[in-house]
């Protein structure tokens, strides 16, 4: 049987090669993401995406479990091949730490009603205690370069109307409304609306 926790962190053929997006004398370092690292990419999900409940001591091993095995479920399909870039930072006398990551899919054309074959992020987060550091700058930027080099040109990603930080951190990236794009579970919860947005990649690459 194949090992699915290879085909959620395998780079896509060609492998794709990451440029440094940190400063040189950064302690961070940004990579693909590896089979091992799914256990941590689901705990740090976990703390940065809350979830639905938050009672009792299990709940956030449940939560975490669930995430986890979220991510092993869409590994599986292998008409959506997506990586996950990762931040890591060290710790003295432990392997370094996963503080950052996101996920990059490629779509067919015709999904979500886009025209286009594109790339889609989702599921950026950065451990809070590493937050204000242009870790998810440096992130999006490496996005960007994983798109080029599979030869598309637009990035979209979906946000919630009221998550005033994630908004600020596009905007001030260059993404744009693509169209609001509210789906059921908003509709019966009453919750903020899903926005769409874009970027469209020039050949300079993010400032
Ligand atoms: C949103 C999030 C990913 C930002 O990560 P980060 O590493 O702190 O962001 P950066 O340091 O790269 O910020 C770059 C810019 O984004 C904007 N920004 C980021 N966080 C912000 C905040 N809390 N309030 C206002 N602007 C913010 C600022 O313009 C910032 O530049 P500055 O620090 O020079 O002012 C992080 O807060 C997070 O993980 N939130 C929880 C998960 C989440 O909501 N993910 C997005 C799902 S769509």
């Known amino acids: ?60 091993a449940l939560w975490t479990h669930s995430i986890q095995d ?3 479920r869409r590994s599986r399909q292998p008409d959506l091949p997506h990586v996950w870039l990762i931040a890591t930072c060290p710790q003295p006398g432990c392997p370094p730490q996963v503080v950052a990551a996101t996920e990059l899919s490629q779509r067919p054309a015709g999904w979500q009603r886009i025209p286009q074959a594109y790339a889609y992020l989702a599921n950026l987060a950065v451990d809070p205690a590493h937050r204000r550091r242009g870790l998810a700058q440096a992130l999006l930027a490496a996005c960007e370069m994983e798109t080029r080099q599979r030869r598309l040109t637009q990035i979209y990603l979906h946000v919630m109307a009221s ?21 059921l579970w908003d509709w019966m919860t009453g919750r903020a609306t899903r926005l769409l947005l874009v970027k469209s990649l020039s050949a300079s690459p993010m400032p």
């Open 1 to 60: 049987m194949q090992d699915v926790r290879l085909v959620i962190m395998a780079p896509m053929n060609p492998p794709p090669r990451l440029a440094p997006v940190l400063r040189a004398d950064s302690p961070y370092r940004i990579r693909l993401g590896r089979p091992d690292d799914l256990a941590a990419v689901a705990r740090l999900m976990a703390r940065c995406f809350p979830g639905p409940l938050s009672i009792g001591t299990w709940w956030p």
């Open 163 to 183: 998550n005033r930080p994630a908004a600020a951190l596009y905007e001030r990236v260059g993404y744009r409304l693509h169209r609001p794009d509210p789906n």
């Open 70 to 72: 979220d991510l092993l």
